[in-house]
């Protein structure tokens, strides 16, 4: 099985029409984290949820 890498924009295209949820596409570290991330940009993969209508 091969990684991927894509940009942000690729990754939100995945959710189509579908109501994203909170915080949206966000690096991995950023998505609802516990504690302050100080640098989320520092994550390679990109987290995101959606609602289907």
Do not use: I
């Not at 099985?1 to 909170?22: H, N, Q, S």
């Not at 966000?26 to 289907?52: F, I, L, M, N, Q």
């Amino acid at each position: 099985m091969a990684l991927v890498a894509r940009p942000r924009d690729a990754v939100e295209r995945f959710f189509g029409d579908w109501e994203l949820l909170e915080p949206g596409v966000v690096p991995v570290s950023a998505w609802r984290p516990d504690e302050t991330v100080e640098s989320p940009e520092a994550a390679y993969y990109w987290a995101g949820a959606a609602r289907k209508p």
